[in-house]
């Protein structure tokens, strides 16, 4: 016996370990056949060996020709032997062989449950792994059913590696003996919230899988997978969970709905692309299908600018959207159609266009249609219509619109294409004579309906045009029916002004054949009946019009009593063509020699002494006139430079400030009101020595200011209308939430040219209110740039699931609330609104309109912007004793986080005072390059920071007892200081 | 048939595969049991598609009813076969964290070390990946469980001696 060992041990000596065999068959790369086989020959005889080393040797062996494609599977008992062994070592071995080579028809396996067994209930922890490990590669149903109690108890264990392992393989338990499901469940459900973190990973994965596989029995775990979405950081766990809500969405609607907000954080939030990738993955699948729509216009509005082919072939797509319930969708889809028509398509476009207008009865939306109709057909100068009479009939057509308030746009329309498409006249006239004599149609029931407008335009276009008409008589008197008097007075006047013309040409036809005076003369007599209701009108401009014209007829009726012919001096009055000029004409025109136009024409009055020194040197006339002609464009050019530069500077700061919006290529321009260097402090509970530091800043920011405006004011004169005068709030609040100028687009709502553009800016600050942990007001500063009165303001904002605006008793959650005030022009006015917020750990955006009018042109404007509720806003600066701070921190309720900040080179006290007047923290003790700090949320989070200064790196440790907000507020700050 | 509906709906990752770009097979793991004939006929199919793909081209392929996520390193290819609604960069992922354990293990780890010490990668594969599923995200604690299991082997070898072995002692 001892002598079969001796031998067995001698023998193992010599042969050859696995990276013997490696390197041999490296060494034979011509007969690689060849040696293996004689390698597979010696394994054989090792096998046969009792020595349990040496077979293990054999094994391992084997499992590598294994992998290079040879049979093993002669071995399997050996291999059976080899995972029996006690020694780990050669367990190990073994059971990697079995995993590699095991499949579920070797029939070795039976023999193997007891051996496995046994080393489930091994005390040694790596045994139980190896033997899981290869159960799970190698795992059949008589395996499953023998083993699944002994598995089930493993997911008990105390250690953490066994019970992850042990809640893995039970995935493939469940699989192969469905049965063992039912009674493991419950213990698998547990371990969704098992404290290390590996084993909940583990049971999230494998109850995602098996949703997945069959969502419908797990619906009930969806609050509990919800909590864990929300809470976990883990992106391997959350991408398993979002995937499983994805498989839960279809069945519970409800859910989509809730995720929302978690997804679109998240895909805020994560950097991990894969989870990113998950989470729009998911979105698109099944939980938003609307928001993807609308992601999916916005997409394409963007790819529409570079590529517009490849969208104009989803045409068709873009067209049923149009059809989507949500207005949002609908309006996005419409953008799209404005870009993507073309000539050949436009017609099929507006056709289509036409009959959701049809559908669209009654709702804003249909006015928005009649916008994008009249928008899409009259861009670029009508570059896309091929035939006016077909757009002169669409007009004509949304006249029928009821309660539109754009009949003013109609009507400016019919009026440009009339006067500008001669050819297209005779048409125009026709179908103006029809509006005008179904007058009543328009006006009906509607008084004050925008559309009687159109009318504005039919009377003046069948006055002016008069000779295209077909029947004079019939249209002047439709013009003048009493009912005319009942139109507002603007109509009226010009009712009466082209009554006149209209006469002129009835006139003109019947004098024509001399036989009909009489007919002329009662021509004559209508107008001279109907025309005294226009005198009584209470408008002055019909009143004097109608007065005027109707002497005008009292004296040709007397002259055609006595048969004079007047037609052609009546026809005089009007005589001479109206025609379009070409915005840009008035360039083209010669500058007639001798006229300098930038010569003054009066000396211009004495401004500054400078000037007046200027004159008085002015001994030789030659010289100073030299003079002015060098400086003059010298100036300009410094100012042009000096513009640029400032441009730049001015762009620089808006891509460092996190609070300013992007100019959207719609918007021209954006003003920026909170570059860093402009803003000022509230007030903050500090020590004595960083309220004087803050009054320094304050003094040094006012003077930079005036300097500011200053060349500001320089710059307003030399190029006016270039920039209105600038907001000027004396004291901006330290939150910029966000500052929305927008100017209206050139080619969007026709608005009067007198009007500037550029008529509110607001500006608004965001503080958490402390009586009520789930309040916060913003206040928002209206401002007033334009010269015009405004008026109807009303300020909405798109709730999110958190954070909701308050809005009165009674009214819906999408209602705009009114602001309590008018605005004359110039004047700044503040307001607030009471948001209400249910978590405060995150940071939100929340999307809102103001709606306005602007007096004189009675149309409502729109302006969007983005409220930024910022963690930090949810701080409120707290001041708080050394003891208590230090007791707060002894408690160990705190959870800790940390930051560090490089390339600092501000003086210590400085940095805290950022800190303070930016995040809301106050000082609680500072011991040179090292301070305490704190803060506390409105809904009673402590949040303390310790912050530490060396070589120009601040680290701050961080603790708070909610480690979501905490992580927030310290990206903030990082980002406050990565601006300086 | 049923084995067939089991292996569908079994686990998420199918295999894994190292190979060199010589085309030679260096690491191999069946999540899903597949008859070896099989095993053999898409390991040399699959090679074939990802050798000849350009450095530049995307990591991701549709390969019969599977995705293929794989990714070279140095001189090996490292490649993973997914079931389609299946997330590819989380396996991308994935495989750049077996890597990265490799590495950690090993030290700079090189195709040399997977050949000789094949049974060592195998075993870090199973701590890190348990029938398909991530068993553990934590590099950390991965190896951990590696270097305790090695430590007992050694404890199993250290205490004999040749001599005691030979019965000598």
Redesign the interface.
């Known amino acids: 016996m ?1 002598l079969k ?2 031998k067995g ?2 023998d193992r ?1 010599f042969d050859k370990n ?2 013997d065999l ?1 390197r041999g068959i490296r060494n034979h790369k011509e007969d690689e056949a060849k040696y293996i086989s004689t390698c597979i020959d010696e394994i054989k005889q090792e096998l046969k060996q009792d020595n349990i ?1 040496v077979k293990s040797n054999a094994v ?1 062996k084997l ?2 020709l294994q ?3 040879y ?1 093993v ?1 002669w071995a399997a008992f050996n291999i059976v032997e080899v995972m029996s062994s006690s ?3 050669y367990k ?2 073994g059971y ?1 062989a079995a ?2 080579c095991f ?2 028809s070797t029939d070795v396996i039976m023999l193997t449950t007891n051996q496995i067994r046994k080393d489930l209930s091994s005390p ?1 922890q ?1 045994d139980t ?2 033997a ?2 290869g159960l ?3 795992v059949t149903p008589d395996l499953a059913r023998d083993l699944a109690n002994d598995i089930m108890t493993l997911m008990s264990h105390t250690k953490p ?1 066994i019970r ?2 042990a809640v ?2 039970m ?2 338990v469940f ?2 003996y469905p049965e063992s499901l039912r009674p493991a469940f419950p213990r698998m459900k547990e371990k969704l919230e098992d404290p290390d ?2 084993v909940q ?2 049971a999230v ?2 109850i995602c ?1 098996l949703a ?2 069959n969502p419908k029995n797990y619906l009930s775990l969806a609050p509990l997978f919800f909590k864990l979405m929300t809470s976990s950081t ?4 959350l ?1 398993k969970i979002i ?1 499983l809500f994805g498989a839960l969405t279809p069945l519970e609607p409800r859910l989509g709905k809730k995720l929302i907000e978690p997804l679109t954080n998240l895909i805020h939030s994560t950097s991990a ?2 989870l990113l ?2 989470c729009v ?1 998911t979105v698109i699948a099944v939980v938003w299908l609307s928001v993807l729509k609308y992601l999916g216009l916005l997409a394409m509005s963007k790819i529409l600018k570079t590529h517009p082919k490849s969208v104009q072939s989803h045409k068709d797509l873009i067209l049923q959207c149009l059809d989507d319930k949500d207005e949002s969708i609908r309006l996005r889809a419409l953008d799209l159609l404005y870009g993507m028509v073309s000539k050949k398509n436009l017609m099929e476009i507006v056709k289509k266009l036409m009959l959701h207008v049809d559908k669209a009865e009654g709702t804003t939306y249909r006015d928005e249609l009649l916008t994008k109709i009249i928008d899409i057909c009259s861009q670029s100068n009508y570059q896309y219509i091929t035939n006016f009479e077909w757009y002169i009939s669409i007009l004509v057509e949304l006249t029928r619109l009821e309660g539109t308030r754009h009949g003013h746009l109609i009507a400016s329309q019919m009026l440009d294409v009339a006067i500008r498409v001669k050819a297209i006249r005779a048409f125009a006239v026709a179908q103006m004579a029809t509006l005008l004599d179904n007058a009543h149609l328009l006006t009906g029931n509607t008084q004050h309906s925008g559309i009687c407008e159109v009318l504005y335009a039919a009377a003046w276009i069948c006055g002016e045009f008069s000779e295209h008409l077909e029947d004079p008589m019939a249209t002047l008197e439709a013009m003048l029916r009493p009912k005319v008097a009942t139109l507002p007075g603007h109509i009226q006047a010009v009712y009466v002004q082209n009554a006149a013309k209209l006469f002129s040409t009835v006139l003109c036809g019947q004098e024509g054949a001399p036989a009909d005076s009489k007919v002329a003369q009662e021509t004559s007599q209508l107008l001279i009946d109907r025309l005294p209701v226009f005198v009584q009108s209470d408008n002055l401009e019909v009143q004097e019009r109608a007065s005027c014209i109707l002497q005008l007829v009292k004296y040709i009726q007397k002259l055609q009593q006595k048969d004079v012919e007047v037609a052609e001096e009546v026809t005089a009055l009007f005589a001479g063509e109206l025609n379009p000029v070409a915005p840009k004409a008035q360039k083209k025109v010669p500058v007639p020699e001798g006229l300098d136009l930038d010569a003054w024409i009066n000396e211009p009055p004495s401004g500054s002494e400078s000037e007046d020194e200027g004159r008085k040197t002015k001994g030789k006339a030659v010289f100073a006139r030299e003079e002015s002609r060098h400086t003059k464009p010298r100036y300009t050019e410094v100012d042009e430079k000096e513009l640029a530069k400032r441009r730049e500077v001015r762009k620089a700061e808006q891509a460092n400030n996190p609070f300013y919006i992007k100019a959207s290529p719609s918007s021209q321009k954006v003003r920026t009101a909170s570059s860093p260097n402009r803003q000022l402090v509230l007030w903050m509970p500090m020590s004595d020595q960083y309220v004087k530091l803050e009054e320094e800043r304050r003094q040094k920011n006012k003077a930079d200011r005036k300097k500011d405006k200053k060349k500001r004011r320089e710059k307003g004169r030399q190029r006016r209308g270039d920039s209105g005068p600038e907001s000027e709030e004396d004291i901006t609040p330290a939150h910029m939430v966000d500052i929305v100028t927008e100017e209206m687009p050139e080619n969007a709502l026709p608005i009067n040219s007198s009007l500037t553009s550029r008529c509110i800016t607001d500006v608004c600050d965001i503080q958490g209110n402390l009586h009520d942990g789930s309040q916060v007001v913003v206040s928002v500063i209206f401002e007033n740039k334009c010269d015009s009165f405004i008026k109807s303001m009303e300020f909405n904002v798109m709730d999110s699931l958190n954070s909701k605006l308050q809005r009165p008793e009674g009214a819906g959650p999408h209602d705009s609330l009114t602001v309590p005030f008018h605005l004359p022009p110039g004047i700044s006015s503040e307001a607030r609104f009471i948001f209400s917020v249910q978590s405060i750990v995150m940071p939100q955006k929340l999307k809102g309109t103001l709606t306005f009018i602007v007096k004189d042109s009675s149309t409502h404007e729109k302006l969007d912007f983005k409220l930024h509720f910022t963690c930090t806003s949810y701080l409120i600066t707290t001041p708080c004793y050394s003891d208590a701070y230090a007791k707060l921190l002894e408690s160990g309720d705190l959870k800790g986080s940390s930051l560090k900040l490089e390339g600092i080179n501000q003086p210590f006290h400085h940095l805290l005072a950022r800190i303070c007047f930016h995040h809301h923290f106050s000082v609680v003790e500072r011991i040179d390059s090292c301070a305490s700090m704190y803060s506390r949320s409105i809904q009673g989070h402590h949040v303390c920071l310790l912050v530490k200064t060396a070589d120009q790196t601040v680290s701050i440790d961080a603790k708070c007892d909610e480690p979501g907000l905490l992580r927030n507020v310290l990206d903030e700050i990082k980002l406050t200081f990565s601006q300086c | 048939m049923l084995s067939s509906l089991a292996n569908k709906l079994s686990s998420k990752m199918r295999f894994m595969l190292l190979f060199s770009r010589q085309g030679k097979l260096r690491l191999q793991k069946w999540y899903t049991a597949t008859a070896e004939r099989d095993k053999k006929k898409m390991v040399r199919e699959l090679m074939q598609v990802v050798l000849a793909r350009k450095p530049k081209m995307c990591s991701f392929l549709e390969w019969r009813d599977l995705k293929i996520v794989y990714k070279r390193y140095a001189s090996l290819y490292f490649c993973c076969a997914v079931e389609e609604q299946d997330n590819e960069l989380i396996t991308l992922e994935v495989i750049h964290r077996f890597v990265e354990l490799l590495d950690k293990y090993f030290g700079s780890v090189c195709e040399l070390d997977i050949i000789f010490n094949f049974e060592k990668a195998y075993f870090i594969l199973d701590e890190f990946l348990m029938g398909g599923e991530i068993q553990d995200t934590s590099k950390k604690s991965v190896l951990k469980a590696i270097e305790q299991a090695d430590l007992l082997q050694e404890e199993d070898e250290s205490p004999r001696s040749v001599l005691e072995e030979m019965g000598l002692a």
């Open positions: 001892a060992i001796v041990s001698i000596m696995l990276q490696v080393a391992c499992t590598y992998m290079l494609g049979d599977s020694k780990f070592t190990r071995i990697l995993s590699q499949h579920e040694n790596y792994g190896v899981l490990t799970s590669c190698f590696y992850k392992k893995l393989i995935y493939k699989l192969k973190p590996g990973s583990a994965n494998v899988e997945r596989r883990n992106n391997w766990v991408i995937k692309m894969s990738y998950e993955n």
